[in-house]
């Protein structure tokens, strides 16, 4: 298992795309490649954007199924940072 602390590189507002697009790239797929979980660690980030959520895991239900949530946890996440996952993964279903 692999644990992500996003606080370091977003701060207390994740917002940066480009950020998440890294993270996503370099960190979550090479781990879920090696068959390993992800632990996303939201300790101490105060707020997402919409935007962040979306760069950083639908390009991963895009191309592993819906299914690939149940390797990825998210800790530590606020009631807004809850809602703001479930409005993307929700959207992803649909789609």
Do not use: W
């Not at 207390?12 to 781990?31: G, H, V, Y």
């Not at 530590?76 to 279903?93: A, F, G, P, R, S």
Request: glycine share 4%; net charge negative; hydrophobic share 40%.
């Amino acid at each position: 298992m692999i644990t992500i602390k996003l606080f370091g590189q977003t701060g207390s507002f994740a917002e940066n795309k480009d950020i998440a697009r890294d993270l996503r790239i370099k960190e979550i797929i090479p781990a879920l490649d090696k068959g390993e979980d992800i632990v996303l660690d939201f300790t101490n980030v105060e707020a997402a954007t919409q935007s962040f959520i979306h760069a950083l895991i639908s390009d991963l239900i895009r191309k592993y199924g819906y299914e690939i949530l149940d390797k990825i946890s998210f800790k530590n996440c606020n009631e807004t940072i809850q809602k703001i996952i479930m409005i993307v993964t929700d959207y992803m279903q649909e789609s």
